[in-house]
C-alpha cells in the first residue's frame, strides 16, 4: 500500500518526478525551457516550500506565483491546454508515489491553481501595460 505525503522528503520526491515529466512534455516542455527560461535547480526549492507550505502548513513559501505566471503569459499566451496538461501530469505522478487524504488535498489544491491561474492569465495577462 502505498503511504501518504507526510513530510518535505515526500514532497521533494513528487515535485522532483513531476517535473522530469514537464522536462520531457512537448506541450509543457517549450513554455518552461524555451520561454520561462527557467533554471530547474534554483526553482525546485520555491517549489518544495510552496507546496510544503500548502499541505504541511510551514509557511516556508513567501513569494508570488501569480505575478510570475501573469509575465510569463505575457510572453507565450498560456491557455487552458497548457494547465489542463499540466494538472493530468501532476495528478498522475501524485497517484504513482502516494495515496490518501493530503494527496487527494494536493490534487484539489492543484486543480485550484491551475482554475485560478488560468483566470488571471487571461484577465490580468491581456491588460496592456504602460
Known amino acids: ?17 513531476f517535473y522530469e515529466k514537464i522536462k520531457v512534455n512537448t506541450l509543457l516542455r517549450p513554455i518552461f525551457v524555451d520561454v520561462a527560461q527557467l533554471d530547474f535547480d534554483a526553482h525546485m526549492p520555491i517549489l518544495y516550500d510552496f507546496w510544503c507550505t500548502l499541505l504541511l502548513g510551514d509557511m516556508s513559501y513567501t513569494r508570488n506565483a501569480m505575478e510570475v505566471h501573469i ?12 494547465f489542463d496538461e499540466w494538472l493530468r501530469l501532476f495528478n ?10 493530503k494527496v487527494s488535498e494536493a490534487k484539489y489544491r492543484a486543480k485550484s491553481i491551475a482554475g485560478l491561474m488560468l483566470y488571471k492569465v487571461e ?8
Open 1 to 17: 500500500m502505498k503511504k501518504d505525503i507526510e513530510t518535505r522528503a515526500d514532497i521533494i520526491i513528487l515535485m522532483d518526478q
Open 71 to 82: 509575465s510569463l503569459h505575457r510572453k507565450s499566451a498560456l491557455t487552458n491546454v497548457h
Open 92 to 101: 498522475d505522478t501524485a497517484d504513482e508515489l502516494y495515496s490518501g487524504e
Open 123 to 130: 484577465t490580468e495577462g491581456n491588460k496592456i501595460i504602460v
